[in-house]
T-cell receptor, first 112, second 112 residues
Framework: DQQVKQNSPSLSVQEGRISILNCDYT??????FLWYKKYPAEGPTFLIS?????DKNEDGRFTVFLNKSAKHLSLHIVPSQPGDSAVYFC???????????FGAGTTVTVRA | DAGVTQSPTHLIKTRGQHVTLRCSPI?????VSWYQQVLGQGPQFIFQ???????GRGNFPDRFSARQFPNYSSELNVNALLLGDSALYLC???????????FGPGTRLTVL
């Protein structure tokens, strides 16, 4: 039962432009959302998170938007840089729970 | 500070064998979680341990077991290996059960 879905397996963007990654969820109990970034041969590293009491969280070049009514969140990377080329995972949890539910990931390729 | 460490890095086993994977959490972290990432999918939750007690278990068969030691390190054991157990096994540590999870580099298990 896939409760978190990333429907775009890949995204190619030119350096300097915006990358927009999308994520949908089905479990209305989820109230904490995270984005992880993963390079080959490394574990996922935390990028940014958002609580359900907010609709936007910003950290430098990274902004996450949450639309609770649509059960949708997105990650914006502006401007995209070559080092951003990686797999990005969307994850969600219930705040008093212990586990993360992950999407399948989106592979981002930033072209020079 | 050292991050989450996992051993071994790679492992090749044959069907029916047993495997033990090891994880050392970040110093001061008392919770360890295990995730399985099959190629092309996101990480799937297997277990979480907090203060040496199992706090959660994902939808995995009884062939999978784990434990946490007094120093908060952890082992994941898989018996009677199947071809479908081939995956990247990720360990994550957090200060508390519900805290932000930091992932190790993973152990790549190949079952032939």
């Amino acid at each position: 039962d896939q409760q978190v879905k990333q429907n775009s397996p890949s995204l190619s963007v030119q350096e300097g432009r915006i990358s927009i990654l999308n994520c949908d969820y089905t479990n209305s109990m989820f109230d904490y959302f995270l984005w992880y970034k993963k390079y080959p041969a490394e574990g996922p590293t935390f990028l940014i998170s958002i609580s359900s009491i907010k609709d936007k969280n910003e950290d430098g070049r990274f902004t996450v938007f949450l639309n609770k009514s649509a059960k949708h969140l997105s990650l914006h990377i502006v401007p995209s840089q070559p080092g951003d080329s990686a797999v990005y995972f969307c994850a969600a949890s219930v705040s008093n729970d212990y586990k993360l539910s992950f999407g399948a990931g989106t592979t981002v390729t930033v072209r020079a | 500070d050292a991050g989450v460490t996992q051993s071994p890095t790679h492992l090749i086993k044959t069907r029916g064998q047993h495997v033990t994977l090891r994880c050392s959490p970040i110093s001061g972290h008392k919770s360890v979680s295990w995730y399985q990432q099959v190629l092309g999918q996101g990480p799937q939750f297997i277990f979480q341990y907090y203060e040496k007690e199992e706090r959660g278990r994902g939808n995995f068969p009884d062939r999978f077991s784990a434990r946490q030691f007094p120093n908060y390190s952890s082992e994941l054991n898989v018996n009677a290996l199947l071809l479908g157990d081939s995956a990247l096994y990720l360990c994550a540590s957090s200060h508390r059960g519900q805290g932000l999870k930091f992932f190790g580099p993973g152990t790549r298990l190949t079952v032939l």
